[in-house]
Structures are given as structure tokens and as C-alpha cells.
């Protein structure tokens, strides 16, 4: 009986090795290819360690005065509704886990996204023993609620609109850079005071004590579009707990 | 019937085979998220218990035709082994047996003989076996330490020394300011310990290129030996510090000041050693690198930036090395290195699952890391970088790196392609040596440390066997003397016998091919007749509480990490100081010990008074005579002549285990004044004692002590008492203590491989549980090690408390001098 035992420990720690020497052929490799308006943005390989950077394309002339959101592996996104595009995490930087879910035969091809982008908010996803937003995609879901009801009450129809509410996660470093290479963003919420200090964002107005969620942050417009300054008023008049100004 | 009995063993042999096979495709399935890991977990305990009746259906075979009873369970374990398709097959072919076989000669295997000492042992003590170890062990140590020290200064050709870096020193030399900044240190209670590898080739007429060497979170410089030797011989200077609240190093506060904190104290030791004219004329101040892993990569990156100065000639670190760390803000530090740079991170580390987006993900920190490299002539940044190429220009500071090895977060400091990497970064940069950085003999003393770890554990149980054989504590073993009764007696041949290595003995009759297995916990002992009830439901009881601890102890680990960073003041926040449980990651283990301990506790007693219940039950019922399992508790209890003898037992019981532990610790602290050596192996070590690691100690044993008195129990009174040869004992009790923190690496890497992220990333509001997961490799080895020491010390002192104490103190003490202490001492 010890023999088999010493035998089958020696078989397991040989079968570790062998584990180990093998672990890069449980990687998955995805040829990942970039499509904009048909024209090819170049061809990438990522997979569930690699990450791969990509360039930003420009605005193709026949979706002139639109955003581009993303990459999108729906190739029929053009058909549509905005709300129904499915894109990635990041603009320039392709994951393994924004396309493995529809990745057929090794490869796929990304679509990029072209939208009128109406508006955007960004809210702070950040939930530590140190920083807390106090904002979640359950209470984002009634300011959501709240807010077309607003625009609708201003003459506004948001079902038609392209109001992309979206989140952020990270350090306040972190996120802000991501904010300023997403570059479309309007208005944030949930972050603190360092939003310009510490994140770089250069804003309009910014505004504390505003308390979407459980806890009092700060609001930021980042332009002076109509919309823009017109829901970011509404947010300080619902919201303002405090007055806490920048 | 000889070959059905063979098929029937081969089959339940492999039952348990699968039975371990279906665990790990649950887990698998439950990394990923896979409701069927339900349906594998039942396949498990199905295979399990059916290994179980078949063994017992085989057990009770007088021929190859069964009776009724048996042929149905038979059948039913049959069908139910499709769990299982080789005992499928086996069972099938065992189940339509029915020939006899050609008779076999039966052949009487005696039992084994017992090798018994003399009574009344004449032998000197000094030819006792546990002196002769203990002697053995301790010269092993010092054997193995010398050798270690032989490794660590390149055959004495590099001088290692301690020093304290204190608050007067810092002042002392700050009158050379660093970009106008002084970084010294304004508390005079705060110091940080250094340890300074000078090479003979460093003198004043021909300085060395210095380097410093920073280790990460939780981490002592001891960990970042394996630098420190390599950079030596091959003519560095190089200084490695315990970082704040870490090692020897003391600290009351957290200091908000980003000056007064000084990079957690690299920054005071680098402007300490630059200014510092008097003492380290061996150190070439125009060739000055630091290098860091994890937060200590964050460390020196901040510190090459602080010290940059208007160029590379005027900057104070020429080199620097990050390894392991990308966060943001360390990525925005690259812009203001005047500096060549090399960063590492290892294509396996879990971290990295932090950083997946544009602004803070590998590549864009490779990417920024090659680009921002200061260059301000006509330079094109690099859309692709490749990983291992070097760019930039050395001359003037902006040469770069990126290296990507194939290794972990935890493990990349034991790696030698990450450390060959180190080594030709500097010996390029710093210009010090050719000797390429593939040569290394790091290993050499990680070794030699290893085996001085494993001596001194070996020394402190023979040490203990020799005490036990002493005037003073040879009462602790000793039976009390009062009127023995017919009972008793039997039970003292019972002891006897458990004491031995009980053997098999194999009836010499018709059943050839039968053995029966003599039970310890039986009264019929002598008789060597096991019960059918307590043969299959006794295994089924005992086996599955193991499975239900490991589960436990798997599943709570993680939840328990998130509650300690809840409920204890030191939490991911690390600048709060405290007495009140300051190990910020040890509060982690607390938990885990304390409720896994008690649980287990919970089932010891539970299912014994069970066990009993069902005796009384049934003897009530079917007026069988009752064989109560009372005795599992002796080992419990401390016996004495008297009230005052067990009192004076009870505190033998502790002071025991005190000596050792001094004794431990002070060969810990004799091999370091002797050797500069301590005890370790990787991530597991013993260093010598500080004040403040000591207090953290104090308020942890306590509560961790239910988790090792439980552990103590469960091998002695529960495992130890099935009856099996003493190597099984150890063995069930090892893997038992261990599984359920194996399958936790199992999980998290499992998943990991796969998707690309572990398994335990955040947790409850937000928590990074990562780490506490890097820490479970230590914690595996210390829980396999752990019932071994239990059991040869319940052996030794014939109570299960003793060993308990002494390992719950060594253990923890190792743990805690490795980690973290937010104690404001």
C-alpha cells in the first residue's frame, strides 16, 4: 500500500510539471481584426493574458458629426437602435473578455461603432474601505428614471436619444484618464474633490454635496452644450444635500 | 473467490481514485461558475461511499457465492459504480463470478514483532535515539547555516552587516539636500533595518556601483537576499531595508507627508548613504540603482522620479528596476525618471486583473514606459513594443526595458530568469560586472537556509523527547498510580497496542486472501474482529466530516479575508496604527483558525456523542451490547497522583512547550549573530525575534490556539485511533489538514488559466483579495506540516496540548515576522 502511495504522489508531482510546461497551450489566442466602415483598422491577437492596444479610427465621412463609441462584434450594428450596440470596455484597448463570448473559429472581426452621442454621464464605480461613491447600477438605474422624466417634461424625447449613462472604476487617477481618452464625456458624478488635482480633468463647474447614491460627491460639467448645462442644473437642484461648493 | 476478492479490492481502489478525480472537476466547474460542480461533488461522495460497502461487502466474502444480503448490495454498488466505469467493469466481472478458484496456499503472515527497548531501560541517556537526533539536528543547523553564510558572501569574498537607520542619522546628513528636499526622518523612536552587502573589490580608492534592493508589501528584506548576493559577487554594493511596519523595522505612524514617509523609507536610506561621505566612500555616487518589487517597484520608481534632479548627471539613481507593479500612478512616474529604466511584470501575475483598461493595463504601461523615457531630441514614440529588446541610449539615460517572464506575483523574486534579468539590467546600466546574470548560486543558500529550517524543527521534537525522559517531565506520561480494575487493565494492553505500529494480522484459515484489519478503538482488540456498523458507518462519519472541514475551510477563507478587512481597524486603510490586532493580513488567518478550529471542534464532539447516542440506542433497542468510544477523550485530559499532581502536570503541560519555543528562538538567534543566517525556505521563515513582532504575537495566539488544539484532537483522538500503521496516520492527518487550502489554489487558478482572471479578485464592498490568496502557498505547507508535529509530539508527551501550544507559538511567530504589523512600536 505505501508503494502505491509514493507511486501515486510521484505521478501526481510529474503530472504538475507537465501542468506547468503546459499552461500556455490553455491559452486561447483570438486574431482579432478592426473594421471600420469597411476599411480594415489592423489585425491583433489577444488572449487571456494579452491585451492588445489598438488605434482609434477616424470618423468615417458618412457617419460625419457622430461619436464613435467602440468596437462592436454585431456586424449589422448600423440596423440598430444606439441603446442596442453592444461595444467594448475601452475605445483603443481590446481584452480577451470583450470578445470571447463571440469568437468563432479563432477570430473575429470588430465593427467600429459610430453614434450621435446626445450625452454622457459618467459615474464613479469605486467601492473601498477608502473611497466609497456610494453609487451603483441600482440607484444609476432611478437617476436614469428621473432624468428622462426631467427631459421629457422639457420638451425632450429620451427614448429617441442617444444617453449613454456609463461607469468608471479604478483610482481617481485611473478613471480620469480614461475619461479624457474616452473624450465624450459631459458630465461626471460620484467622484471627489481631486477630480482635477489628482485626475486632470479640466471642467466647466463642479459642484459637492451632491448625493445621487448614499453618500455626498462631487458633479462636474466638462462643456457648455445646451443639454449639458441643462441636466447638470437639474442634478445640483434634485441632488444637493449640502451646500458644498468647488 | 480469490479473484473476486482481488476484483472487488481493485474496484473500490479505484473508486477512491475517482472519488479525489470527481473533487477536482468540482472545483474546476465551480471556478467557473458551473452549477454542475453540484452534480461532480455527489458523484464524489457516491464513488466514495460505494468504495466503501464494496470494501465491506468484500471483507465479509466466505466464498464466491454471497448470501442474499451481500449479492444485493453487491448489485446495487454495482450500478452505482457507473461513477466510475474501470470499477464499472471490475464489479460487473466480480459481480458474475462464480467459479472458485484453484486453492491457494495459505501463508500466515505473523505479526509484526514489537521492537521494544529493555524495560526498566538501562541505556545512557546520551544512546537514547532522541538525543542522538536532537545532537544531530543541532549540528545540521550549523552546518547548514555556515554553508549558507558560505553562499551569501561568495565565499567570504562580500561582508554582510546590519545597521539601523534612525531618525539622528537621516538629520545628521541632510544638510546635502536632494533637489532642495532633505528626507529625514522627524521621529527619533522611528528606525529601519538594513542590512549592507559590501564586496572586498568596494573600497575607497576604487568606489562600487551601489545598489538598492526594496521588497514589496508584507515582505522582509531577507526575501531579497537572492539580489543582494547575486549583485555582490559580482562587485555591487547593495543595500536592502525592511520597508515601514515590516521586519525589524519601527514605526509609530503612518506619517501623511509624503516627505516624512519617504517611500516607506527608501528615500531616507538612499539620501542617508549619498550624503553620508564619511562611511560609505566604497560607494561610487555616480552609479547609484534601486530596484523593487510590488509596492517596493512603486517605492523606487517614485524614488527615482523624487531624485531625478534637471538630467541624468544630475539625477542620484542612475538605474532603476521595477518589477511587478503598474499602477497609475506609478505609470505616471516614467515621464520623470532621468534615468535608464527596466520594468518586469510577470505574465502570470494575478494583479493584473486591476488593470484592463486604455489608461492602466500592462501594455499601455509597457508602452508609456518605453516612450516617456525623457528623450527630448526628435524622438517618434514606438507604437509596438517588444517585450526583452532594449531602446533608448544608455549614455544619457534613457535606455528601457520591459521584460514579461513566465511567473506569478509572489514567485517572481524565486525566479531565475526574472533575476538574470535584474542582474543584466544593472551589470549594463551600472556598468559592474560581465558575468552574465544566468550565473547564479542564490539557490545555494535558499537551500542550505531550508535545511536549517528543517533541522531546527527536527531538533525541537527530539529536544522534547529528551526533556520528556527528564525528572521534571517525565510525570506528564506517567499513568496515575491507584487501583487498577479488570477494565483498565484491558485498556492499558489497548494503549500498548496503540502505541505500537499495529500490524495485520492475516487468519490463517480457508478464506485465503482475507486479511482483517485490528481495530484500535474496538474493545475486541485482541480478538481482531471489526464490526459491520462500524466498519461502513463509522467510515462514512469519519470520512465525510474530513470532506466537510475541507469544504469548509476552502469555501470560508476568502469571506473570512473580506470580514477581517471589515471589522478590524487595520484594514486595506494602512495608515492606521494600532494595537487592537495590527497584522493587517495575519487578521485574516485569525478568523480562519478561529471558526474552522472551533468547527472543528464542534464535529469532534458531536459526532462522538453521537456515535455513543447510537450505541445506547441500539442497545436499548436491540439490547446489543453497547461498545462506547469514551477513550478518544484520554488524550484530552491531563492526569496527575491527585489534584495537586494534575495541577503541576497541567502547568508541566505549558511550561513544555515554553521551553521549546525559547529554545527555537534562541538557536534562531544564535545561527544569526553566528551566521548571519536565519531559518527559511522561500516564503516560510523563521527570523529572529523583535520586540513589536513579539506584542502582535501575544494577542494572536491566543485565538489562533482553537484552530491548533483542534487540529491536535482531530489527529490524536479521531485519526490516530483508526487503527492504521502510524505513516497512514500522518499522511490522512496531513492532506486533511492541507485539501481544503489546496483546493482554494485549485479554484483560483483554475479559473485564472482559463479566463484570464483568478478566482478571487474583489469581495464584498469592493476588497482586493488577491494577495490574501499568494499568501495560501505558505499557509499549505505550514497546514501540512502542522498535524505531523501534533502527532510526534502527542507521541512524545502523551497529551494533546503540549504540541498544540508549541506549534500554535513557533508557527504563528514565523507567520506574523513575515508579514505586516501596524503596531505603533
Known sequence: MKKYVIAALLVLAMCMTALAGCMRFLEKDVQVTLDSDGENWGCYTVNSFNNAIVPRPDVPEKFAGMTFIGWTAQENWEELEPNQIKVSANKEFIRYDDVKDYVKSGSITLYAAYVKVDLVIAWYDRHTSGTDSGLNEENMGAFKDNMYTYLASEGYTPENMYIDIRSYSGTVGASCEKIINDADVDIMVGWGNNLNSTGGIACVEKQGGIAIGSVSRYAASLNEKELTKLVFTWIKDTYTVNDVNA | ?825
Open chain 2, 1 to 825: 473467490m480469490y479473484l473476486k476478492s482481488k476484483l472487488l479490492k481493485a474496484a473500490s481502489i479505484c473508486m477512491y481514485v475517482f472519488t479525489a478525480l470527481w473533487f477536482l472537476f468540482a472545483a474546476c466547474f465551480f471556478a467557473l461558475g458551473n452549477y454542475w460542480y453540484i452534480g461532480f461533488a455527489l458523484f464524489a461522495l457516491i464513488s466514495l461511499y460505494d468504495g466503501f460497502v464494496i470494501t465491506s461487502v468484500r471483507e465479509k466474502m466466505t466464498g464466491v457465492t454471497l448470501e442474499k444480503k451481500e449479492w444485493i448490495k453487491l448489485l446495487v454498488c454495482w450500478i452505482l459504480s457507473i461513477v466510475c466505469p474501470p470499477a464499472f467493469v471490475l464489479n460487473g466481472i466480480a459481480f458474475f463470478r462464480d467459479k472458485e478458484d484453484e486453492p491457494q496456499e495459505v501463508t500466515v503472515k505473523p505479526a509484526e514483532e514489537k521492537k521494544c527497548e529493555k524495560p526498566n531501560g538501562k541505556k545512557r541517556f546520551y544512546k537514547a535515539k532522541s538525543f542522538i537526533t536532537m545532537c544531530v539536528a543541532f549540528g545540521m543547523i550549523f552546518i547548514a547555516s555556515f554553508f549558507a553564510m558560505c553562499f551569501e558572501t561568495s565565499g567570504f569574498k562580500v561582508k554582510v552587516t546590519d545597521f539601523t537607520l534612525t531618525g539622528e542619522m537621516t538629520k545628521y546628513y541632510n544638510e546635502g539636500k536632494i533637489d532642495g528636499k532633505a528626507y529625514v526622518l522627524d521621529d527619533d523612536d522611528v528606525s529601519y533595518s538594513v542590512t549592507m552587502y559590501v564586496p572586498d573589490t568596494a573600497t575607497e580608492a576604487n568606489p562600487a556601483a551601489t545598489v538598492f534592493v526594496f521588497p514589496g508589501f508584507t515582505r522582509t528584506k531577507a526575501t531579497m537576499a537572492q539580489y543582494a548576493m547575486e549583485l555582490s559577487r559580482r562587485g555591487a554594493v547593495v543595500f536592502t531595508m525592511d520597508p515601514t511596519g515590516q521586519g525589524g523595522t519601527t514605526i509609530n505612524s503612518y506619517a501623511s507627508d509624503e516627505q516624512n514617509r519617504g517611500q516607506n523609507g527608501i528615500e531616507h536610506l538612499v539620501q542617508y548613504v549619498y550624503n553620508n561621505t564619511d562611511d560609505f566612500k566604497f560607494c561610487d555616487k555616480n552609479r547609484f540603482g534601486a530596484m523593487g518589487h510590488s509596492q517596493g517597484g512603486g517605492n523606487v520608481a517614485a524614488l527615482a522620479a523624487d531624485f531625478a534632479g534637471d538630467s541624468f548627471y544630475d539625477s542620484v539613481i542612475k538605474s532603476v528596476y521595477i518589477s511587478g507593479y503598474i499602477k497609475y500612478s506609478s505609470i505616471n512616474n516614467y515621464q520623470n525618471f532621468k534615468c535608464n529604466a527596466g520594468l518586469a511584470y510577470g505574465y502570470y501575475d494575478e494583479g493584473a486583473y486591476r488593470y484592463q483598461t486604455d489608461a492602466e493595463s500592462f501594455e499601455v504601461a509597457a508602452q508609456r514606459f518605453i516612450n516617456e523615457n525623457g528623450d527630448e531630441s526628435d524622438f517618434i514614440p514606438y507604437s509596438e513594443i517588444e517585450i526583452d529588446k532594449g531602446y533608448g541610449d544608455m549614455a544619457n539615460g534613457t535606455y528601457r526595458v520591459v521584460h514579461r517572464e513566465d511567473i506569478n506575483h509572489c514567485f517572481e523574486m524565486y525566479d531565475p530568469v526574472s533575476i538574470k534579468n535584474t542582474i543584466n539590467f544593472f551589470n549594463e546600466t551600472l556598468d559592474i560586472s560581465d558575468m552574465g546574470g544566468g550565473s547564479q548560486l542564490w539557490f545555494g543558500k535558499e537551500f542550505f537556509n531550508g535545511i536549517a529550517l528543517a533541522a531546527a524543527f527536527t531538533f525541537i521534537i527530539a529536544a522534547c523527547a529528551v526533556l520528556m525522559g527528564t525528572p521534571v517531565f517525565k510525570s506528564l506520561k506517567e499513568k496515575p498510580v491507584e487501583k487498577i480494575s479488570d477494565d483498565e487493565i484491558r485498556e492499558i494492553t489497548e494503549e500498548e497496542a496503540e502505541e505500537e505500529l499495529l500490524g495485520r494480522t492475516v487468519n490463517a484459515t480457508a478464506d485465503a486472501g482475507m486479511e482483517t484489519v485490528a481495530k484500535g478503538t474496538h474493545k475486541s482488540l485482541a480478538e481482531g474482529i471489526v464490526s459491520e456498523h462500524k466498519t461502513v458507518a463509522h467510515k462514512v462519519i469519519f470520512w465525510s466530516c474530513i470532506i466537510l472541514t475541507a469544504i469548509i475551510a476552502c469555501l470560508d477563507y476568502i469571506p473570512l479575508a473580506n470580514l477581517s478587512i471589515e471589522i478590524f481597524p487595520t484594514s486595506n486603510v494602512a495608515s492606521v496604527y494600532t494595537y487592537t490586532f495590527p497584522a493587517r493580513m495575519i487578521n485574516a488567518i485569525l478568523l480562519w483558525a478561529l471558526i474552522n478550529g472551533a468547527i472543528g471542534l464542534v464535529i469532534f464532539f458531536g459526532t462522538t456523542l453521537i456515535e455513543n447516542l447510537y450505541e445506547y440506542i441500539r442497545f436499548k433497542v436491540k439490547g446489543i451490547e453497547p461498545a462506547y468510544d469514551w477513550d478518544k477523550f484520554k488524550a484530552i485530559k491531563i492526569s496527575g497522583n491527585g489534584w495537586k499532581g494534575t495541577l503541576l502536570n497541567v502547568g508541566k503541560a505549558i511550561f513544555l512547550p515554553l521551553v521549546m519555543f525559547g529554545a527555537f528562538y534562541f538557536l534562531v538567534q544564535l545561527n544569526y549573530w553566528m551566521f548571519h543566517q536565519d531559518f527559511r525556505f522561500t516564503l516560510i521563515s523563521a527570523s529572529p525575534l523583535n520586540a513589536r513582532m513579539f506584542v502582535t504575537a501575544l494577542e494572536y495566539w491566543p485565538i489562533i490556539f482553537v484552530f491548533y488544539i483542534s487540529n491536535s484532537i482531530r489527529v490524536n483522538c479521531s485519526i490516530g485511533r483508526e487503527g492504521w500503521k502510524e505513516w497512514k496516520v500522518i499522511l490522512v492527518s496531513a492532506l486533511a489538514n492541507s485539501v481544503g487550502l489546496i483546493f482554494i489554489l485549485i479554484i483560483n487558478y483554475f479559473c485564472y488559466f482559463t479566463t484570464g482572471s483568478p478566482y478571487y479578485t474583489y469581495w464584498g464592498n469592493g476588497n482586493e483579495v488577491w494577495l490574501y490568496i499568494n499568501m495560501v502557498f505558505a499557509l499549505v505547507v505550514m497546514m501540512f506540516i502542522l498535524p505531523i508535529f501534533n502527532r510526534l509530539l502527542y507521541r512524545i508527551t502523551g497529551n494533546v496540548w503540549s504540541g498544540a501550544i508549541v506549534c500554535c507559538m513557533i508557527f504563528i511567530m514565523m507567520t506574523i515576522s513575515a508579514s505586516v504589523s501596524y503596531i505603533p512600536m
